[in-house]
C-alpha cells in the first residue's frame, strides 16, 4: 500500500525558515516523480514543486521560486521541501504526492501545517 | 498561467441524483487534466486522470467527458461517501493549477 508521511509543519515567524519531510513506503521511491501541493485556510489548492525521481529535475511556480527548495533523499525514501523567507501567505496545509507514469498527483499524504505568523 | 473555472462552487443534491461539476480552461490543455476529491478529514483522493480515464478502485458512477475547454466529472448516481469536494486540475503547462473547488452537499 502507497503510504506518504508528511511532519516537519509548525509555527515560524515571517522571514522564517522550516524544512518539510514526507516518508515514502510502500513503493519503490526512487522509481517515481514527486511534487508538494499547499491548501490554503480558504481551501485553494495550489502546486508548489516538483522533483523528477533521480532529482535532476525541479521546476517550482513563480510564488515559491528561490525561497523553496524540493530535494529528496532516495536511500532513505524521503522527500523534502526547504522553506525560507516565509511569509504569512504561505500559511497552508502541505501535502506531497507521488506522480504515476507522467500523469502527477496519483497519491497523495495527509498533510502537515505550516503556520507563518508574527 | 492557465487559470481553471470551476463551477458551481457548492451544489445540494440527494441520494441517487445526478450531478455534473465544470473546468473551463483559459487556454488549450488538450485533456491534460485530473479530477480530485478531498474528504473532510482532509484525505484527497485522484478520481480521473486525461481527462476521462478512471484510476484504479473508483466505482464507474464516476465519469469524466470533454466539450471543447470545458471539462465536467459527473457522477451518475450519488451516494452518501460522495458529499465531498472536488477540484480539477491542469497539468498541460507549468505552472500546474487548479479550480477553486466545488462542495458538494446532502440536501
Known amino acids: 500500500e502507497v503510504q506518504l508521511v508528511e511532519s516537519g509543519g509548525g509555527l515560524v515567524k515571517p522571514g522564517g525558515s522550516l524544512k518539510l519531510s514526507c516518508a515514502a513506503s510502500?513503493?519503490?521511491?526512487?522509481?517515481?516523480?514527486m511534487s508538494w501541493v499547499r491548501q490554503t485556510p480558504e481551501k485553494r489548492l495550489e502546486w508548489v514543486a516538483y522533483i523528477s525521481s533521480g532529482g535532476g529535475s525541479t521546476y517550482y511556480p513563480d510564488t515559491v521560486k528561490g525561497r523553496f527548495t524540493i530535494s529528496r533523499d532516495n536511500a532513505k525514501n524521503t522527500l523534502y521541501l526547504q522553506m525560507s523567507s516565509l511569509k504569512s501567505e504561505d500559511t497552508a496545509m502541505y501535502y506531497c504526492a507521488r506522480h504515476d507514469s507522467g500523469y502527477p498527483f496519483a497519491y497523495w499524504g495527509q498533510g502537515t501545517l505550516v503556520t507563518v505568523s508574527a | 498561467d492557465i487559470q481553471m473555472t470551476q463551477s458551481p462552487s457548492s451544489l445540494s443534491a440527494s441520494l441517487g441524483e445526478r450531478v455534473s461539476l465544470t473546468c473551463r480552461a483559459s487556454q488549450e490543455i488538450s485533456g491534460y487534466l485530473s479530477w480530485l476529491q478531498q474528504k473532510p478529514d482532509g484525505t484527497i483522493k485522484r478520481l480521473i486522470y486525461a481527462a476521462s480515464t478512471l484510476d484504479s478502485g473508483v466505482p464507474k458512477r464516476f465519469s469524466g467527458s470533454r466539450s471543447g475547454s470545458d471539462y465536467s466529472l459527473t457522477i451518475s448516481s450519488l451516494e452518501s461517501e460522495d458529499f465531498a469536494d472536488y477540484y480539477c486540475?491542469?497539468?498541460?503547462?507549468?505552472?500546474?493549477?487548479f479550480g477553486g473547488g466545488t462542495k458538494l452537499e446532502i440536501k
Open positions: 510502500g513503493f519503490a521511491f526512487s522509481s517515481y516523480d
Open positions: 486540475l491542469q497539468y498541460a503547462s507549468y505552472p500546474w493549477t
